[in-house]
């Protein structure tokens, strides 16, 4: 890893362990890091997703509660299985 936080493409040397200990709680944060935005992409997503299913499910009780409404106003009755009448 260069001083830059970048990752260096090649086996690097370590002039001591302290160092060495260095790149890697480095490396350690910055997989930290990108573990933690993942994980907050996914959890978007996921939120984003249940969202549309909510209002398409939203949608069509609109839809389905509309033609049934359309029955009643034209006279017609819902079909119902009342026998006893």
Known sequence: MGEDGRVLPM???FPDVHYALEQIDGLR???TERFAQAAQVGAQV???????AATSMQ???IEQGGMQNADTTNG????????SA
Request: charged share 25%.
């Open 59 to 61: 949608q069509r009780e």
């Open 29 to 31: 944060r910055l997989v």
């Open 11 to 13: 086996p690097a040397l």
């Open 46 to 52: 996921i939120a984003a997703h249940q969202a549309r």
């Open 76 to 83: 017609n009755t819902p079909q119902t299985d009342d026998t």
